[in-house]
């Protein structure tokens, strides 16, 4: 007959809840960082309007006049450099 000896301290113990929490928090900071760095890079959500196209709807509707929409125009071409 055999005995089997389980030494006390063995296996996966209480902290193995741990390790899928961890790569969950891991991978939820992946895609976070991965989101925002596509939205930074001017990509945008699929169907949102550019803010170009925003300033020319509100040029058109007449809430800006042409020398703000010139100067709003001019800095938004300059932060895309």
Do not use: C, N
């Not at 020319?56 to 125009?73: N, Q």
């Amino acid at each position: 007959m055999q005995v089997l000896v389980v030494h006390p301290g063995w296996g996966p113990g209480g902290w193995w809840p741990l390790i899928p929490i961890a790569w969950a928090v891991f991978w939820t900071v992946v895609v976070i960082v991965a989101v925002t760095v596509w939205r930074r890079r001017g990509a945008g959500w699929p169907g949102q309007p550019s803010a170009a196209a925003v300033l020319a709807e509100r040029y058109a509707r007449g809430e800006i006049d042409e020398d703000e929409f010139r100067m709003r125009l001019a800095i938004l071409k300059g932060m895309g450099s």
